[in-house]
């Protein structure tokens, strides 16, 4: 065998045995990193700022950490909107808001961010992606301060990484039928 042949051969075994070795490496590395998410340490409360909603479905569309804290602010007449916070980093936030008489959920979902291309309901009373969502009330939702407005229920995640259908879609069901049960609804 020619000196040329045995080099050319030397290279591909050389070529070979660098690549199984960056593939090792990449492979032991990612199993040190951990690719399990982030544990979520905190305690979920059975009411979020006044609305009762299943601890588990608002857990799902939240991101790990060990605090969670909430607040309400009412950014205008019409809004209460009720922000949480993971390890002091805004994660979801769960409004009521008016809108006029005769809008629909996708009408109003595209007042929010990240609800582009959502799926929307058979009844066409809910709209939502991974990562928010509107959800209409039932028709007897009226109040005296609102009267030619439907009040919806919004769900929208922040940027937290969290994008999950399933989860929203399970959280804004769950959330809309929790406000129509309360005193917002009239």
Known sequence: MSAHGSLRRHRFVGAAVSLSAAVALASTLSACSGDDPPKKAYTVPTSLCGIPVDPALVKAALPGGDSLSMATTKPNGGTVRCNLSVDGKEALSLAQAWWGDGDNAAGVAQGYSHTDDGVLSEDLRFVHTGRAGVGKTVSACKATEHPEQDLYAVV???????????AIEKL???????????????
């Open 156 to 166: 929208e995640t922040r940027d937290t990484g969290v994008d999950d259908p399933d």
């Open 172 to 186: 804004l069901i769950a959330y809309t039928k929790a406000v129509e049960g309360t005193a917002a609804c009239g």
